[in-house]
Nanobody, 121 residues
Framework: QVQLVESGGGLVQAGGSLRLSCAAS??????MGWFRQAPGKEREFVAG????????SYADSVKGRFTISRVNAKNTVYLQMNSLKPEDTAIYYC????????????????WGQGTQVTVSS
């Protein structure tokens, strides 16, 4: 069993930056993903990274603005978010699964509790 805890959310003005962190309870050999869910909308994929950290994927809506990375020695994955827009406002969740990262939320085995990101215009 892996427990995931997100942090780093908050309120920021449009154009600003935030860095989210997701700490795992133990050394993991899992692919990690970030998802988000805005009020009244379905949860959507944001970014994913394999265990080695070399292969990352992004939703089209965040490409060029967000960067996912991980430090396995710290059991932590990050999401650097730059040039934030009001439409990025959502609860952000990290998730873990075995093998490769996936864009499908139903393929993830473990989830954090989420952290709120609010971008004001």
């Amino acid at each position: 069993q892996v427990q995931l805890v997100e942090s780093g959310g908050g309120l920021v003005q449009a154009g600003g930056s935030l860095r989210l962190s997701c700490a795992a309870s133990a050394r993991t050999f899992y692919a990690m993903g970030w998802f988000r869910q805005a009020p009244g909308k379905e949860r959507e994929f944001v970014a994913g990274v394999g265990w080695g950290g070399a292969i990352a994927s992004y939703a089209d809506s965040v490409k060029g603005r967000f960067t996912i990375s991980r430090v396995n020695a710290k059991n932590t994955v990050y999401l650097q978010m730059n040039s934030l827009k009001p439409e990025d406002t959502a609860i952000y969740y990290c998730a873990a699964r075995q093998l490769k990262a996936s864009m499908k939320s139903e393929e993830y085995d473990y989830w954090g509790q989420g952290t709120q990101v609010t971008v004001s215009s």
